[in-house]
């Protein structure tokens, strides 16, 4: 039975070993917060963190993952307060939502990697995530006023 550390607690699963990650954290785990989009890498829907690296988790196998430190929309903030969720209130960034988990996911990617991104550092590294509202002026402008709190 592979054990995975997901959002700092290690948690067994029965399922295939080549199960998609998405649908472990989905369907095994009850972590829904990571969204199904597409299924083969093109959308940015089910953005996580990989040992800190924004990852598709569509495309990440199972046993891939375990013995790597997985973290969800679910385990960013226990409270929901990160300076990124905060700043997409803020920003009002959200028009349908659906992508916004992983569009949030790859921005703490993002400003990890780069605590005060210029806004073309922020076009460039949110590129591969889509909004299908096309609400990326407002996904910009929260991450820069993410930075900004630092």
């Known amino acids: 039975m ?8 290690a948690v067994d699963t029965n399922a295939d070993p080549q199960t998609p990650l998405l649908w472990v954290l989905r369907e095994h785990l009850g972590l829904t917060g990571t969204k199904f989009g ?9 953005t996580i963190h990989l040992d800190g690296e924004a990852t ?22 226990p409270n929901g307060d990160h300076p990124l969720q905060r700043a997409w209130i803020a920003e009002q960034t959200p028009q349908c939502g659906y992508c916004q ?11 990890a ?11 460039d590294g949110m590129a591969p995530n889509l909004c299908r ?3 990326y002026p407002r996904i910009a402008r929260a991450i820069e006023r993410a930075a900004q709190e630092g």
Do not use: W, Y
Not at 38 to 46: L, T, Y
Not at 56 to 77: D, M, N, R, W, Y
Not at 113 to 123: F, G, L, T
């Open 2 to 9: 592979p054990t995975l550390t997901v959002n700092g607690n």
């Open 38 to 46: 597409c299924g083969v890498g093109s959308c940015g829907a089910c």
């Open 56 to 77: 598709f988790a569509c495309q990440v196998p199972l046993e891939a993952a375990v013995g790597h430190k997985i973290t969800t929309i679910e385990g960013l903030s």
């Open 101 to 111: 988990s992983g569009q949030i996911m790859r921005a703490a990617a993002l400003l």
């Open 113 to 123: 990697a780069n605590p005060k991104p210029s806004r073309e550092d922020i076009i």
């Open 133 to 135: 509202c096309g609400t």
